[in-house]
């Protein structure tokens, strides 16, 4: 098990990529479209690929993260990080806490969404407070391990339990409605870019946790986390499509009437038995994403403020972490029933976001920050620019949209 316990960074950029955009994107993607949107799911992956792992292999050959390299180009840059952040934290959060609560509710039948959203913020802030990185490392593999089961348990299942299912064609949406789920689709699929940002943090932890920690480990590590997010993906389009393409259902923007609905159209389509794999498929994936951006979010925070601001103004983790959790709560109360809105705005400003990321984590990797001995093959940096092109692109095409 002594390859287990290397594990850390990746799992946990899983923990985190594997929420919102898996369990509610994925799904609707599946319940809309059949299995039709498979080719967006496996593109964005391939187009953010680059990105995510450059942050990776940057922060294990100079034990440096990706915010003191920003801070390199320009006080400029961690502005707009800064802001970017600000804007979309605690949407993040609240989202993520609203679609967790929800199954929670639906799965025990015990209490109400905001009772449990309550106890949701609480249990992960208890779990940072009183190991921060070193419980969330250890936290998060058995998290993603159950998560990954129980989902591929799931879907083995309901497809041994169907007697039909959509077609494999591939289909590009056309209508502006269908646009925009598209773009809101690939906005969080895998994840957000600055996750990349997030994950590089939480490796420079696991190098002070593990000196001996070498770059090969580091980056299998990040290859075995980048995987599973597409298998997982991949599972909740299937599932999605075998259980709710072409039911006539309309699906509610309320986060806990959406996980109700999931849940029971697994339910009555496959049985009662099904209820339990789906239920814990259903809020590991959310409780893994909670804690996990109930991690980053402050942490890349509090580096952010220390490299923008003086002694006397910064603020540290812990006072971004409860700044986190009351702006969460003020913002559930407020939207609660609006967890679609929520959702689209998020993504929609992650995607339109991304190729800013995706410029200054390709600049940092190929400036003077990094040895020129680890700057990216040819290939690669062709094939990364290439991914540039086509974020700018597909964000000027949803723009034109509005």
Known sequence: MQWFKKLGPGIMFAGAAIGVSHLVQSTRAGADYGFGLIWALLLINLIKYPFFAFGVHYTSRTSEDLLTAFSKMGRW????????????????????????????????????????????????????????????????????????????????????????????AQTVPTTTAGIAFLIAFMGWMPAPLDLAIWQSLWAVEKKQLDPELKSSQVRWDFNIGYATTIIIGLSFILLGGIVMF?????????GAIFANQLISMYTDSLGQWSKVFIGIAAFTTMFSTSLSTLDGSPRVMAKTSNLLFAPGYRIGYLAWLIILVIGSVLVYLGLTDQMGTLIAFGTVLSFISAPFYAIIIYRVVTGPSLDKAFHPSPLVKFLSLTAIVLLIGFSLWYLSTL
């Open 77 to 168: 840059v961690l502005v707009v990080f800064f802001m970017l952040t600000l804007c979309t934290m605690f949407t993040f959060q609240t989202a993520v806490t609203i679609v967790t609560a929800g199954i929670a509710t639906s799965l025990t039948g015990i209490g109400t969404p905001v009772l449990w959203a309550g106890l949701i913020l609480l249990a992960c802030f208890m779990i940072l407070l009183r190991g921060r990185f070193a419980v969330l490392d250890t936290v998060m593999k058995y998290v993603v391990l159950a998560l990954t089961i129980t989902t591929v348990m799931a879907l083995i299942f309901a497809w041994s339990n169907t007697t039909s299912s959509p077609s494999w």
């Open 246 to 254: 072409d039911q006539g259902q309309e699906f509610s923007n309320s």
